[in-house]
């Protein structure tokens, strides 16, 4: 059994390698403030899944993630996929490019905010969603995506220098100029089913509102209302997709040509001739290409501290 209530996990090469000097910081501040914690930091990726489910099946209360949303991904679903009784509470201290995931925490960074977290932090349980491909699946916390977003992930690295948004950007516009659209034929299930067909620039189903820093994809999706969100942008051609560009980052893009967004409980996107898809979870790719993705919400399966004024 775990001898300490708090177990952090952390990603050191979060950020560029900025993960072990936050979490050194971060430590610090716990011990400086007598919070008992529990340091485990990953070696590969993947392993912050494995060190998660051990946290659960030890009986770990809380559990604390140094990193960004690749991270906070490999840990809900090491903690979910677990088979433990109990999901431990997760807080945040964010350390990654975007951070989308922690914008739904709270308005505030920096070491001093996670203390605040733990001792005066409300517990929300946020929605997942999980895609089921023929070989795997996954949950993802934020976002599932198909279409340039996955070239956008390629292309980051080129452009590792720059904050988060301005990262994104940089790689969407260098993916865009190699990207060639792919057909899909998305199934939607919800309030309202639809079929939606067509070759994609970019498709995407969303837990919150944002991705790749802050683009505001979802604007009026919420973490905790049982229902994923999509995002369908049509191919249409460099000029209307570069047009399109600022609305979205402003999340005015709904009702815009080419642009599709719906709620939705279940969804499936499929490749119409059953070729296979590449597609991204949380800001990863994939471990492998599949022709269908099954995706639905599970609704309140993820318990994370939050800021009362978040």
Known sequence: MSTA???VIVNPAASNGRGI????????????????????????????????????????????????????????????DSGADRVPTVAISPVGTGNDFYRMVSPRRGVEELPRLLRGGTVKRFDVGRVHWEG??????????????VEVLRCRA????????????ASFLHALARFRPQDVHIEVAG??????????????ITVGPSIGGGFMINPDAQASDGQ??????????????????????????????????????????????????????????APEP?????????PGAFPVLVSDDG
Request: some cysteine; aromatic content about 4%; charged content about 25%.
């Open 5 to 7: 209530p708090l177990r």
């Open 21 to 80: 000097k936050a979490a050194e910081a971060l430590l610090r501040e716990l011990d400086g403030q007598g919070l008992q914690c529990d340091a485990r930091y990953t070696e590969a990726p993947g392993h912050a899944s494995r060190l998660a489910a051990r946290a659960a099946l030890e009986g770990v209360d809380q559990v604390v993630v140094v990193g960004g949303d690749g991270t906070i991904h490999e840990v809900a679903c090491g903690l979910l």
């Open 136 to 149: 795997g699946e996954r949950v993802f916390v934020n976002l599932l995506g198909v279409g340039v977003d």
């Open 158 to 169: 080129l452009y590792s220098r720059l904050p988060g948004l301005l990262q994104y950007l």
């Open 191 to 204: 309030p309202r089913k639809q079929h939606i067909r067509g070759r994609t620039t970019l498709s995407v």
């Open 228 to 285: 994923l969100d999509l995002c369908h942008v049509g191919a249409g051609g460099l000029v209307p997709i570069l047009r399109l560009v600022p609305k979205v980052m402003r999340g005015k893009h709904a009702g815009a040509p080419l642009v599709t967004m719906r709620r939705l409980e279940r969804a499936v996107i499929r490749d119409p001739g059953g070729e296979p898809m590449w597609f991204e979870l949380d800001g990863e790719l």
């Open 290 to 298: 599949a022709p269908e993705l099954r995706v639905e919400v599970i």
